[in-house]
């Protein structure tokens, strides 16, 4: 099967990470809303160490072939449909998007050995923006509202939703799932839970306000047949490790902003 992969912006055009700010459910687990977050960066890729006079004939190679490529046909641009408004959507948001998971299973392919970010989460129930990073030190949603954060955890993944234009996105979660993925990482069936010929399928079931999650080991020789998903090889590994995120995203606001917060929730 074909795929094209999309590449997105650079670390220049990236915006900051922030925590999610749709409604918990009891286990911690949250979904992104469209709050605007300050600008930050992505982690680049751990593969760009070339010499100079490599740098130098790799830049001399891709004027060459830029040059070819202005005497083409003008490439076919656009599209119609649902599909191809979500897509133009992703590619010029500018913001990292989480991956989110729904009751409908979903391969993944987990690009950390562990979280690459760890934090604590106040969720105020406001009008806005209801999600707060925990200064942990002399927090006043911690000291002066006497709110009690909760744990999240994120990982880098692609998300295959649409097998032919996979993803990477953040997926941010709450202990339960940690807790899953701890023990796959822990498995010497299923560790490192990155490793190149793993991915998981995942979903969700919610029931009497209790929500399970459900995460299965799917080896890469089982995509093609159970899945209709082309595994990834390694220039596509390389690509979406390049495109992966750093705690560098997390926004953090001021004391005094959450000061300010905490007032609202006194005063109300």
């Not at 100079?52 to 004027?63: M, P, Q």
């Not at 979903?106 to 406001?126: G, N, S, T, Y």
């Not at 339960?176 to 299923?190: E, P, R």
Request: aromatic residues 8%; charged residues 40%; contains cysteine.
């Amino acid at each position: 099967m074909a795929r094209t992969l999309t590449r997105r912006r650079t670390a220049a055009s990236t915006e900051a990470y922030t925590p999610a700010d749709d409604e918990q459910d009891e286990h911690g687990y949250a979904e992104e809303e469209t709050e605007r977050p300050a600008r930050g960066s992505r982690r680049g890729s751990r593969r760009e160490s070339l010499h100079t006079e490599e740098a130098d004939t790799s830049r001399r190679s891709r004027r060459e072939q830029d040059e070819d490529e202005d005497d083409e046909p003008a490439p076919k641009v656009g599209g119609k449909g649902w599909g191809s408004y979500e897509k133009t959507k992703s590619a010029t948001s500018g913001f990292p998007e989480n991956f989110k998971v729904t009751n409908e299973s979903v391969v993944v392919k987990i690009l950390d050995a562990e979280p690459f970010l760890v934090f604590l989460q106040h969720w105020i129930e406001r009008k806005g923006k209801r999600s707060w990073t925990c200064l942990e030190n002399k927090c006043p949603l911690c000291d002066d509202a006497g709110d009690k954060p909760s744990q999240q955890v994120c990982f880098n993944v692609v998300d295959f939703t649409d097998p032919n234009d996979p993803q990477v996105k953040i997926w941010q979660f709450g202990p339960m799932v940690a807790d899953i993925l701890k023990n796959y990482s822990k498995d010497k069936k299923t560790a490192p839970i990155n490793r190149d010929d793993l991915y998981f399928s995942v979903r969700k079931e919610s029931k009497n306000n209790k929500t399970n999650y459900y995460i299965t080991p799917v080896k890469e020789r089982d995509l093609d047949d159970d899945w209709d998903i082309e595994p990834l090889d390694d220039d596509d590994l390389e690509e979406f490790e390049g495109k992966a995120y750093d705690e560098d995203v997390l926004q953090v606001n001021s004391r005094s902003e959450l000061k300010q917060i905490a007032r609202e929730i006194l005063n109300d």
